[in-house]
């Protein structure tokens, strides 16, 4: 069993357009993040919610939004796709507010705006 | 807010020699120091952690040691082989906080 799954894995799309990537632990885990990775390999803090309240929103366009229904699940939609959208999209999740315990990543979605 | 600085961001090395890849961070109320490695492609994953209370952690092949005074920590990789070959990620966080801070990544090749 996956403990935390994107879908999809992969996305190509055109400038544009207005796409969703999803996540879902099966981990208990209270808390779920959404990280970019741009091309230097750089891990950026997107969002962050416990237990389906947003507590981390960094400075990211907003075009960008999360959707967290319940725990189990965080959401990303992207409006209006532009070139520099372009990147690796990681989801995470880790135990209640126990940042000390390490995150659990997700496989990634490799976002390709074209 | 933490900030966290990794070198270097690049490292090659011969098989069978020594890696080292240092971090320093700057919030004197951080007290947990895992390290991820990422394989080409694939997610990061955990591989060593270290906590305050302990200046050093093995696992095999793999050591991390921490300075608090210095506010530096320091990942150790031993007879390096072909297949350790990854980015590496050091990252800081504090109980306190609800979020790692990570360093910018250290690409390492391992040569055969």
């Known amino acids: 069993d996956t403990a935390v799954s994107q879908t999809p894995k992969y996305l190509v799309t055109q400038m544009g357009n207005d796409k969703s990537i999803k996540c879902e632990q099966n981990l208990g885990h209270d808390t779920m993040y959404w990280y970019k990775q741009d091309s230097k390999k750089f891990l950026k803090i997107m969002f962050s919610y416990n237990n389906k309240e947003l507590i981390i929103n960094e400075t990211v366009p907003n075009r960008f939004s999360p959707k967290s229904p319940d725990k189990a699940h965080l959401n990303l939609h992207i409006n209006s796709l532009e070139l520099g959208d372009s990147a690796v999209y990681f989801c995470?999740?880790?135990?209640?507010?126990?940042?000390?315990?390490?995150?659990?990543f997700g496989s990634g979605t490799r976002l390709t705006v074209v | 807010g933490e900030n966290v600085e990794q070198h270097p961001s690049t490292l090659s090395v011969q098989e069978g020699d020594s890696a080292v890849i240092k971090c320093t961070y700057s919030?004197?109320?951080?007290?947990?120091f895992p390290w991820y490695k990422q394989e080409l492609g694939k997610r990061p994953q955990l591989i060593i952690d270290i906590r305050s209370n302990v200046g050093e952690k093995k696992d095999q092949r793999i050591a991390v040691t921490l300075n608090k005074t210095a506010k530096h920590f320091s990942l150790h990789i031993t007879e390096t082989q072909p297949e350790d070959s990854a980015v590496y990620f050091c990252a800081a966080s504090k109980n306190t906080g609800n979020q790692f801070y990570f360093g910018t990544g250290t690409s390492l090749t391992v040569i055969p």
């Open positions: 995470a999740s880790s135990p209640k507010g126990a940042v000390t315990y390490g995150y659990t």
């Open positions: 919030d004197s109320a951080s007290n947990y």
